[in-house]
């Protein structure tokens, strides 16, 4: 009897799988989120519309009262930063050797071009990420060859 209750008792700590808030099936892959109503979802009902979203509902009549009252709703991507590389960027400026430093207006992006594309200059752990593969090789190629 108390074995039975103890059996319980252990099943029920388990941590159990979640569950799609739509469908109420296990989650066997990773849950996904919605953005809008923050409940978690199997991928057949991870899109706002497939799992009819009161958050996605909300969001549109909050959108259709701004265009109401005479509001502008657009949409416009975030401007991308260029970076200019040319024969001085290495140093930072683009604008060849002999340069003082950036102009007025101008960014620095900290490039350093030759500590990009020179291995030996590469971080400590990229190292010693090179050194356990051609280990790793070299034990492959001992086990095949031995």
Request: aromatic share 6%; net charge positive.
């Amino acid at each position: 009897m108390v074995k039975k209750k103890m059996a319980k008792k252990e099943k029920s700590s388990s941590p159990e799988k979640s569950l799609c808030a739509f469908c109420k099936k296990k989650l066997l892959t990773l849950p996904f989120q919605c953005k809008f109503c923050s409940l978690e979802f199997c991928d057949a009902h991870r899109l706002p519309e497939d799992h009819s979203c009161l958050g996605l509902a909300a969001r549109k009549e909050q959108l259709r009262a701004r265009l109401q009252r005479g509001e502008k709703v657009t949409y416009e991507p975030r401007a991308r930063k260029e970076i200019d590389i040319t024969a001085g960027s290495a140093h930072g400026t683009g604008r060849g050797e002999g340069s003082a430093g950036p102009r007025a207006g101008e960014e620095h992006y900290g490039l350093d071009l030759k500590a990009m594309t020179d291995p030996l200059l590469k971080s400590p752990l990229a190292i010693i990420g090179m050194i356990v593969a051609a280990v790793a090789i070299v034990a492959i190629l001992f086990l095949i060859f031995r």
